[in-house]
């Protein structure tokens, strides 16, 4: 073609060929569409895996299988809660996350402030909710100074026994 | 346990204040360079389209402003960007827009529209300066010493012209031909590139402000009112610096003859003016009855959101919205362009309010749209960053949108040095 | 693709033959369901339930490296407190990652609302987190691909592609999303993906004591939770955005947004 006026296009050719080129280098091979589509599902696939190699933190079997991680070593105590009122809380509330407990780390840091009970034991005026069922104090007026595990056994909470 | 640390500040937590009830989540994550974007592009757009009045249909009379304006477009076209990029909090992967792009995104579509439209402003400019590339490049070839920087501009020159050196007439004929060919390409894609950037925003059906069709529209006829604000705002003053220089004879006025006289400069000047600011009226008339459409037709319809919507754009925006951008933005330029007697200093006081006008609109558009909670139950209130304290409050603050507002006239600078915008090519057909 | 089908059905077969023939230690069950594709996870939170302790919170934020101090999170509780004489208010002091533990109501600005105990009507605590919606309006408008659904139906973030334009942020209906105070890249519930593709529930239904979270899969008719959304009235959030969310919640009222 002897004609200057399509010189612009063979520029932006070689341009849009340049681009293409660095493409292929820069995008991962993975790149490519799930089950779901192009519009929700246009993804680098690896990328799953890498969310399912996030470590765990919490080790407990959960809610259908309660305590059986911590039963294993620490039957005793365990025994005592889930046959309580406590025996709905998970360990690790209030233990800390168990990582590879026994191994790594040795020994868990317990949450023992007021903060931990007062989440479910402050008072709060609601008689529609669930959470006038539990018994509640009023922190500003409660024993301000002391722990609430001073008195109250956290693995066994019923008054009576104190 | 819960460690009470110094608190972390979260992205966009610097200039949100929140009040009653807003999701834990929500800030003002868009902020003054999401504002600036739509308001750069717009005058990118509206600038390409007052040059291609001129080499489309062509109205003689825009004969130099669209030169102008079209290599002003060009040194707006990179700050259409800029905003962007200071914005993301990953800038340096800005690139994957163009390597993945995911085009069920209003935004994917920026990568590819943008250099496509890039490309075509580009072109249009190599056929309008092709001759004049290859006059340079034959002037410097005569000279008999020739310094450093002569053998760089040739060099540059050189491969400017793309190896085209006929300047025959027929050969100039065809650039112009070619030349009208683009611009007409060109108007759908700069109307595109900015009827999209408004897509971004009306197209977000969880913002209740924002969602609305008619939002590109808006957009892009906002767009065009801005950039031919900002073209004939500095038309003038550069015709009034050319003024200047040529009473006191400077620079090419002392040894060129040919130059244009004081009395030349201020003809041009008014005519182009008052032929641009009809085009001005014509399409403020348009986006003002747009906009005052849809606010109408969510208070007629009063949908679940209009309470909070009311409460913002009545109550709590008022004066941003119906002061400063309705009534200084656009009554009172309006009056002033209508009103018998319409001069150039009246018409460019215009020009800078319509232009204060449209950054206002683009301000209570982005931020006006988070204003209120998802929750309907509560409001932030933003607090644009002035002194940084922080690359962030630097680059989502007043000095960043500082540094995207000074960046077009710094590079129109350098590029009036390659392709002088007001150079009268004598030998070109046209 | 058949043949792919093939060896993937006699795995499954295998694998769940060699359940009651191993001693559980090999292969457990809920292993086999995890790698079974045909699992699509939801999730059911139950209003009437929830006390407001915020455990959730804090697990999920140690669980997934989320700063406590940072004032973002992936879950939250939000309290409604409705008086006698009709005025509604709503708070959620940092997403309730300390709980309740006050009941005067957060305004915002430093101020706060004391209200009268014997003026209060009804009041609830409503926990929150990502829809996991079927048709997401986040990985839509993700301009690169660094958000999208898996195939079990969880929606994730790309934390090396992302750009973090905020987009998606935008995007959620539900405020689901913020950008990652160290990361700087969108962040979001993964539903623990990383657990309960393990056979683990998410952090957050471990910590709570009272079962007012509950993970499932919704194509198991046979898992307890999916026959309470079947039996049961449950509703989602927002429905008129079309999302169609995949948390579904017992007992919600109409300022529940």
């Given at each position: 073609?002897?004609?200057?006026?399509?010189?612009?296009?063979?520029?932006?050719?070689?341009?849009?060929?340049?681009?293409?080129?660095?493409?292929?280098?820069?995008?991962?091979?993975?790149?490519?569409?799930?089950?779901?589509?192009?519009?929700?599902?246009?993804?680098?696939?690896?990328?799953?895996?890498?969310?399912?190699?996030?470590?765990?933190?919490?080790?407990?079997?959960?809610?259908?299988?309660?305590?059986?991680?911590?039963?294993?070593?620490?039957?005793?105590?365990?025994?005592?809660?889930?046959?309580?009122?406590?025996?709905?809380?998970?360990?690790?509330?209030?233990?800390?996350?168990?990582?590879?407990?026994?191994?790594?780390?040795?020994?868990?840091?317990?949450?023992?402030?007021?903060?931990?009970?007062?989440?479910?034991?402050?008072?709060?005026?609601?008689?529609?909710?669930?959470?006038?069922?539990?018994?509640?104090?009023?922190?500003?007026?409660?024993?301000?100074?002391?722990?609430?595990?001073?008195?109250?056994?956290?693995?066994?909470?019923?008054?009576?026994?104190? | 346990?819960?460690?009470?640390?110094?608190?972390?500040?979260?992205?966009?937590?610097?200039?949100?204040?929140?009040?009653?009830?807003?999701?834990?989540?929500?800030?003002?994550?868009?902020?003054?360079?999401?504002?600036?974007?739509?308001?750069?592009?717009?005058?990118?757009?509206?600038?390409?389209?007052?040059?291609?009045?001129?080499?489309?249909?062509?109205?003689?009379?825009?004969?130099e402003?669209?030169?102008?304006?079209?290599?002003?477009?060009?040194?707006?076209?990179?700050?259409?960007?800029?905003?962007?990029?200071?914005?993301?909090?990953?800038?340096?992967?800005?690139?994957?827009?163009?390597?993945?792009?995911?085009?069920?995104?209003?935004?994917?579509?920026?990568?590819?529209?943008?250099?496509?439209?890039?490309?075509?402003?580009?072109?249009?400019?190599?056929?309008?300066?092709?001759?004049y590339?290859?006059r340079q490049?034959?002037k410097i070839?005569s000279q008999?010493l020739?310094s450093?920087f002569d053998?760089?501009r040739?060099?540059?020159?050189?491969?400017?012209?793309?190896?085209?050196?006929?300047?025959?007439?027929?050969?100039?004929?065809?650039?112009?031909?070619?030349?009208?060919?683009?611009?007409?390409?060109?108007?759908?894609?700069?109307?595109?590139?900015?009827?999209?950037?408004?897509?971004?925003?009306?197209?977000?059906?969880?913002?209740?402000?924002?969602?609305?069709?008619?939002?590109?529209?808006?957009?892009?006829?906002?767009?065009?009112?801005?950039?031919?604000?900002?073209?004939?705002?500095?038309?003038?003053i550069t015709q009034e610096i050319r003024k200047f220089m040529a009473k006191r004879k400077m620079a090419r006025w002392a040894d060129d003859p040919g130059a244009p006289t004081v009395e030349q400069l201020e003809?041009a000047k008014?005519?182009?003016?008052?032929?641009?600011?009809?085009?001005?009226?014509?399409?403020?008339?348009?986006?003002?009855?747009?906009?005052?459409?849809?606010?109408?037709?969510?208070?007629?319809?009063?949908?679940?959101?209009?309470?909070?919507?009311?409460?913002?754009?009545?109550?709590?925006?008022?004066?941003?919205?119906?002061?400063?951008?309705?009534?200084?933005?656009?009554?009172?330029?309006?009056?002033?362009?209508?009103?018998?007697?319409?001069?150039?200093?009246?018409?460019?006081?215009?020009?800078?309010?319509?232009?204060?006008?449209?950054?206002?609109?683009?301000?209570?558009?982005?931020?006006?749209?988070?204003?209120?909670?998802?929750?309907?139950?509560?409001?932030?209130?933003?607090?644009?960053?002035?002194?940084?304290?922080?690359?962030?409050?630097?680059?989502?603050?007043?000095?960043?949108?500082?540094?995207?507002?000074?960046?077009?006239?710094?590079?129109?600078y350098?590029?009036n040095k390659i392709?002088p915008a007001f150079h009268k090519d004598e030998?070109?057909?046209? | 693709?058949?043949?792919?089908?093939?060896?993937?059905?006699?795995?499954?077969?295998?694998?769940?033959?060699?359940?009651?023939?191993?001693?559980?230690?090999?292969?457990?069950?809920?292993?086999?369901?995890?790698?079974?594709?045909?699992?699509?996870?939801?999730?059911?939170?139950?209003?009437?339930?929830?006390?407001?302790?915020?455990?959730?919170?804090?697990?999920?934020?140690?669980?997934?490296?989320?700063?406590?101090?940072?004032?973002?999170?992936?879950?939250?509780?939000?309290?409604?407190?409705?008086?006698?004489?009709?005025?509604?208010?709503?708070?959620?002091?940092?997403?309730?990652?300390?709980?309740?533990?006050?009941?005067?109501?957060?305004?915002?600005?430093?101020?706060?609302?004391?209200?009268?105990?014997?003026?209060?009507?009804?009041?609830?605590?409503?926990?929150?987190?990502?829809?996991?919606?079927?048709?997401?309006?986040?990985?839509?408008?993700?301009?690169?691909?660094?958000?999208?659904?898996?195939?079990?139906?969880?929606?994730?973030?790309?934390?090396?592609?992302?750009?973090?334009?905020?987009?998606?942020?935008?995007?959620?209906?539900?405020?689901?999303?913020?950008?990652?105070?160290?990361?700087?890249?969108?962040?979001?519930?993964?539903?623990?993906?990383?657990?309960?593709?393990?056979?683990?529930?998410?952090?957050?239904?471990?910590?709570?004591?009272?079962?007012?979270?509950?993970?499932?899969?919704?194509?198991?008719?046979?898992?307890?939770?999916?026959?309470?959304?079947?039996?049961?009235?449950?509703?989602?959030?927002?429905?008129?955005?079309?999302?169609?969310?995949?948390?579904?919640?017992?007992?919600?009222?109409?300022?529940?947004?």
């Amino acid at each position: 073609m002897k004609n200057h006026v399509w010189r612009p296009l063979f520029a932006v050719l070689a341009l849009v060929v340049g681009i293409l080129v660095f493409r292929l280098f820069y995008v991962p091979s993975d790149f490519g569409s799930g089950e779901r589509g192009f519009m929700y599902s246009y993804h680098r696939l690896s990328n799953e895996e890498e969310w399912k190699a996030q470590p765990v933190k919490y080790s407990d079997t959960g809610k259908t299988n309660m305590h059986e991680f911590c039963g294993e070593c620490h039957s005793d105590v365990v025994e005592i809660r889930t046959e309580d009122l406590h025996g709905t809380i998970a360990c690790e509330n209030c233990h800390g996350p168990a990582f590879d407990h026994p191994e790594d780390p040795e020994t868990l840091v317990i949450d023992r402030g007021r903060d931990v009970c007062l989440r479910c034991h402050t008072d709060l005026p609601y008689t529609t909710s669930e959470r006038k069922r539990i018994p509640g104090i009023d922190p500003k007026e409660h024993n301000v100074d002391d722990m609430c595990v001073d008195c109250h056994d956290p693995h066994n909470p019923r008054l009576e026994e104190m | 346990m819960i460690e009470h640390a110094a608190d972390m500040i979260v992205h966009g937590e610097a200039w949100t204040i929140k009040e009653l009830f807003v999701l834990p989540n929500e800030y003002i994550y868009w902020s003054i360079q999401i504002v600036m974007y739509p308001f750069m592009t717009g005058l990118v757009a509206g600038a390409f389209v007052l040059s291609s009045l001129y080499h489309v249909f062509h109205v003689e009379k825009l004969k130099e402003i669209a030169k102008f304006s079209l290599v002003f477009s060009f040194a707006l076209l990179p700050v259409a960007m800029m905003p962007l990029l200071l914005h993301l909090q990953q800038p340096f992967r800005g690139i994957n827009v163009m390597m993945t792009p995911h085009f069920t995104s209003a935004i994917a579509a920026f990568g590819i529209v943008f250099t496509t439209y890039a490309c075509i402003v580009a072109t249009e400019l190599w056929f309008v300066y092709r001759v004049y590339f290859v006059r340079q490049v034959e002037k410097i070839r005569s000279q008999e010493l020739k310094s450093v920087f002569d053998i760089g501009r040739l060099a540059l020159f050189t491969a400017l012209t793309l190896g085209a050196m006929d300047t025959s007439k027929e050969a100039q004929v065809k650039d112009h031909k070619a030349c009208s060919t683009m611009a007409a390409i060109g108007i759908p894609v700069a109307c595109f590139l900015h009827g999209y950037a408004g897509f971004i925003f009306g197209s977000v059906k969880a913002n209740a402000l924002w969602m609305t069709p008619l939002m590109p529209v808006i957009f892009i006829c906002s767009a065009v009112v801005s950039g031919i604000a900002l073209c004939i705002l500095c038309y003038v003053i550069t015709q009034e610096i050319r003024k200047f220089m040529a009473k006191r004879k400077m620079a090419r006025w002392a040894d060129d003859p040919g130059a244009p006289t004081v009395e030349q400069l201020e003809g041009a000047k008014q005519e182009e003016v008052s032929m641009v600011s009809n085009y001005l009226l014509y399409f403020m008339i348009a986006a003002v009855t747009l906009e005052i459409l849809d606010m109408i037709f969510r208070g007629y319809t009063q949908v679940k959101s209009w309470d909070i919507l009311r409460e913002v754009l009545l109550d709590r925006d008022f004066t941003k919205i119906f002061i400063l951008q309705y009534g200084l933005g656009n009554v009172v330029p309006f009056l002033m362009m209508i009103l018998p007697g319409r001069n150039v200093r009246r018409t460019t006081i215009a020009c800078a309010l319509v232009l204060f006008g449209v950054f206002m609109m683009r301000w209570n558009v982005v931020i006006g749209g988070q204003a209120f909670s998802l929750s309907f139950a509560g409001f932030m209130h933003y607090h644009l960053p002035i002194i940084p304290h922080d690359a962030e409050t630097f680059k989502e603050g007043f000095f960043g949108a500082l540094t995207v507002m000074v960046t077009p006239f710094v590079l129109f600078y350098f590029i009036n040095k390659i392709m002088p915008a007001f150079h009268k090519d004598e030998d070109v057909v046209h | 693709m058949e043949r792919r089908d093939f060896l993937k059905n006699s795995i499954m077969i295998v694998a769940g033959a060699s359940v009651p023939l191993s001693a559980l230690e090999f292969v457990d069950p809920k292993e086999v369901l995890a790698a079974n594709l045909d699992i699509h996870w939801a999730f059911l939170l139950n209003t009437h339930k929830c006390v407001g302790c915020g455990f959730c919170v804090k697990a999920c934020k140690t669980e997934n490296d989320i700063p406590f101090n940072a004032k973002v999170t992936r879950t939250w509780v939000e309290r409604y407190v409705y008086t006698k004489d009709d005025r509604r208010y709503i708070d959620s002091p940092d997403g309730a990652l300390n709980g309740y533990t006050e009941s005067r109501i957060d305004l915002g600005q430093g101020n706060f609302q004391e209200i009268d105990p014997n003026n209060v009507g009804k009041a609830f605590f409503v926990p929150k987190l990502c829809n996991h919606c079927e048709t997401p309006p986040c990985t839509q408008v993700c301009p690169v691909g660094a958000t999208y659904k898996t195939d079990d139906g969880v929606v994730l973030v790309d934390k090396e592609w992302c750009i973090g334009c905020g987009y998606c942020i935008m995007a959620c209906p539900y405020g689901a999303r913020f950008f990652h105070p160290t990361d700087h890249v969108a962040d979001k519930c993964t539903f623990c993906y990383h657990r309960i593709t393990k056979g683990l529930e998410t952090a957050c239904v471990n910590a709570c004591p009272f079962g007012a979270r509950k993970m499932l899969n919704i194509k198991d008719i046979n898992d307890p939770n999916t026959q309470i959304i079947l039996n049961e009235r449950v509703g989602v959030l927002k429905d008129e955005f079309g999302t169609r969310p995949q948390a579904f919640y017992i007992g919600l009222a109409q300022e529940v947004r």
